[in-house]
């Protein structure tokens, strides 16, 4: 083996140990750090439908049912 | 009348607001970051609703539902802010400590390019042939798509099955969700990328071991052969 060879073995070596690191930190970098990837996570699990529901039962309790309006209208005055 | 002045698509588009501002806090890009969501459109909605429900009613009762509705209104407050569940110290502890990890992170990143280029261009330049820099670039290519493509379509059946494995009250079905689609989003480009490193490193060592040489010095016992023959 000549050292050429030798060199040539150590640098392809060094390829494909650095390579895989490359391709999963590529992908954390363009997944992991981006907001469109939460975004699709989010959705797919129904988060926002059920943020959407959540806030408007809590506020829906809060400001009463259709019924109630008019009952609190006139406490009001 | 609530959902109906707060629609999914408006906390969507909110929600995507308040995680790109997180997301650019984490990558050091701004100094804080806000997570809230604005009410004040369903507000307005729910008062001309509350106002438009009351109206015939009130006329009879003589009842001002202007009022009524501005005061139903009223209780909904301007906006909904999710940061102060993130004052605790020890919270913002924990995102500080992240920011810095993201920091160090992206650098590393960065600098695993720089590297991987520059040992592209070494080996091209000690091998000083086609066909040599073509194996030895071709060969960690072919060997790094094959693990990155069984990795990424191994990991999601095991993660499915260690979650299965696991009794149904450990985690909700919720989570479990979030959890297959999260790593499910996350290696699907890997499964791209794979393959097409497979494909270039195929290519790079098939061309190495097909290519010849326009000045390569014939083999000596290829020679001795053809003299054979010519005998």
Avoid at chain 2, 124 to 137: P, S, T
Avoid at chain 2, 165 to 189: I, R
Avoid at chain 2, 211 to 218: D, G, I, L, M, V
Wanted: charged content about 20%; overall charge positive; aromatic content about 10%.
């Amino acid at each position: 083996m000549t050292i050429k060879t030798g060199i040539l073995h150590v640098l392809s070596l060094l390829l494909l140990f650095t390579l895989p690191l490359l391709v999963f930190s590529f992908n954390a970098k363009n997944t992991l750090l981006n907001p469109d990837f939460y975004d699709k996570v989010l959705q797919e699990n129904k988060f926002y439908e059920n943020l959407s529901q959540n806030i408007a039962l809590f506020f829906g309790d809060s400001l009463g049912g259709d019924g109630q309006y008019f009952s609190r209208a006139k406490q009001t005055q | 009348m609530m959902q109906k002045a707060l629609p999914y698509s408006a906390v969507k588009k909110q929600m995507k607001q308040n995680m790109g501002n997180l997301v650019s806090f984490l990558k050091g890009e701004t100094d804080s970051f806000q997570m809230q969501l604005d009410l004040r459109e369903a507000k307005t909605i729910v008062e001309s609703e509350s106002a438009a429900r009351l109206g015939r009613r009130a006329e009879n009762e003589s009842v001002d539902a202007g009022a009524v509705a501005h005061s139903i209104a009223e209780r909904i407050p301007d906006k909904l802010d999710f940061s102060q569940g993130l004052n605790s110290p020890v919270l913002m502890d924990r995102i500080s400590e992240a920011r810095i990890f993201v920091k160090i992170f992206l650098f590393a990143a960065e600098i695993l390019a720089i590297a991987v280029a520059a040992l592209i261009v070494l080996i091209i330049v000690v091998a000083r042939d086609l066909k040599l820099a073509a194996r030895r670039i071709g060969y960690p290519f072919f060997v790094t798509g094959i693990f990155s493509f069984a990795s990424s379509s191994l990991l999601p059946l095991a993660m499915d099955k260690a979650l299965g494995a696991l009794p149904q009250f450990a985690l909700g079905t919720g989570v479990q969700g979030v959890a297959a689609s999260f790593l499910k989003g996350f290696l699907e480009p890997v499964k791209t990328q794979a393959l097409a490193l497979l494909v270039v490193g195929a290519v790079l060592l098939v061309f190495s071991f097909l290519y010849k040489r326009e000045n390569a010095p014939e083999q000596p016992a290829a020679e001795e052969r053809k003299k054979e023959k010519r005998e």
